[in-house]
């Protein structure tokens, strides 16, 4: 029988929280005195998006769309699907992705492409994590908290297999 990974910190919430607040400023910057839709990726994004529109100081709309592409294992199927669409319209608007993990880009890049074809005024993509090692295809992040290893992640709303969300911390995952 196989142990459960052991998480290891990668990134504390105090590095995470000085992360966050640089990319508020920069977003701050690049949207005032608009009203963007921010589409949250879930489950992922959930906590790093409620700490980041927390310090956003614009009007700003909030909305949430589910993919799927992991299921239960710890690498990615390849196959994308939307689990939770979009409520909101996207036509002429300003739209901001906010995203816990950019990793083989497949996931994202399915998304972007399903929200340019929706006609955007413009769409931009916030990242918390990149996983540059593992791309398949190519992704441009606006945005960017960290560049991380070829491990796999979890923490700060991150999971696996819906455990270890509730970590304060970006943890690696390891083998007992």
């Known amino acids: 029988m196989r142990s459960q990974p052991k998480p ?3 990134f504390t919430r105090d590095e995470i929280e000085v992360t966050v607040k640089s990319l508020a400023a920069e977003i701050k910057r690049d949207y005032q005195g608009r009203h963007p839709l921010l589409i949250g990726v ?3 994004s959930f906590v790093f998006m409620a700490d980041l ?8 709309e909030v909305e949430f769309i589910r993919l799927s592409s992991y299921g239960r294992a710890m690498e ?3 196959k994308i699907k939307v689990v939770q669409g979009l409520r909101a ?3 002429g608007r300003d739209v901001l992705v906010i995203e816990d993990i950019v990793d083989t880009g497949l996931a994202i890049s399915f998304l972007l492409d399903y929200l340019r074809k929706k006609k955007p005024a413009s769409l931009k993509l916030c990242a918390l994590t990149d996983k540059p090692s593992r791309r398949q295809v190519p992704v441009t992040i606006d945005y960017l908290g960290f560049t991380v290893p070829n491990k ?3 923490g700060y709303g991150i999971d696996w297999d819906e455990k270890f969300r509730y970590l304060p911390d970006i943890c690696t ?3 007992e």
């Open 53 to 60: 529109i927390r310090l956003l100081d614009f009007p700003l």
């Open 42 to 44: 879930l489950k992922g």
């Open 76 to 78: 990615s199927s390849g």
């Open 173 to 175: 995952l390891e083998d």
């Open 89 to 91: 319209k996207v036509i």
């Open 8 to 10: 290891g910190i990668l």
């Open 152 to 154: 796999f992640i979890v």
